[in-house]
Nanobody, 116 residues
Framework: EVQLQASGGGLVQAGGSLRLSCAFS????????IGWFRQAPGQERERVSC????????YYVDSVKGRFTISKDNSKNTVYLQMNSLNAEDTAVYYC?????????WGKGTLVTVSS
């Protein structure tokens, strides 16, 4: 059974940094994609970033390019999202997500609040 456990959210001032972690388990092979979606109040959920387990290919939504960095540590079964230069528009609940052989999996959200 695939499980995703997100952590690392919190309150930070504008311009600050946070690192989100997504601990994963249950994958038989590294042929997964893991990433982060976020949902701000009154807005639709959007994909922020993801990384491919096999080759490390990454994706970023335009609004976070140059500020966020996604990485993986296969030895620790963890994907990280380093978020720098945070601004109020980054305030949202962040969800760890994975797709594995056509199946989507979601972890519980972690709240990121950026104060201006």
């Amino acid at each position: 059974e695939v499980q995703l456990q997100a952590s690392g959210g919190g309150l930070v001032q504008a311009g600050g940094s946070l690192r989100l972690s997504c601990a994963f388990s249950g994958f038989t092979y590294d042929d997964w994609t893991i990433g982060w979606f976020r949902q701000a109040p009154g807005q639709e959920r959007e994909r922020v970033s993801c990384i491919v387990g096999l080759d490390g290919t990454t994706y970023y939504v335009d609004s976070v390019k140059g500020r966020f960095t996604i990485s993986k540590d296969n030895s620790k079964n963890t994907v990280y999202l380093q978020m720098n230069s945070l601004n109020a528009e980054d305030t949202a609940v962040y969800y760890c997500w994975s797709v594995y052989y056509g199946m989507n999996y979601w972890g519980k959200g972690t709240l990121v609040t950026v104060s201006s």
